[in-house]
Nanobody, 123 residues
């Protein structure tokens, strides 16, 4: 069973920064696309960003210029650097892995998921 382990969530004031991390088993690291999703209470799960094994990245419009997704190969860990956070960024954030992607925004295309980490942004 593939385990993705997120860390780094917490509470932060609007305008602040936070880094989320997701550690991935080494045997999928070089082949899988790694994504971050978020889900706020009462809302659908939303794709935030994705990074491909070769480093190509995509972001949802609301986080462009504020969030950065990156890969740390030595630790088989994907990071989500969150800057200039807003109360609308409050959600539970999930790490996900996909062996192939036709639509990176589609949650159903991801095979493995972490348990999530809560991010709360206060105004």
């Amino acid at each position: 069973q593939v385990q993705l382990v997120e860390s780094g969530g917490g509470s932060v004031q609007a305008g602040g920064s936070l880094v989320l991390s997701c550690t991935t088993p080494s045997y999928i690291w070089n082949r899988y696309r790694m994504g971050w999703f978020r889900q706020a209470p009462g809302k659908e799960r939303e794709a935030v960003a994705v990074i491909y094994p070769a480093g190509k990245t995509y972001y949802t419009d609301s986080v462009k210029g504020r969030f950065t997704i990156s890969r740390e190969d030595a630790k088989t860990t994907v990071h989500l650097q969150m800057s200039a956070v807003q109360p609308t960024d409050t959600a539970r954030y999930f790490c996900a892995a996909a062996s192939d992607l036709f639509n990176w925004r589609q949650a159903s295309e991801y095979l493995y998921w972490g348990q999530g980490t809560q991010v709360t942004v206060s105004s």
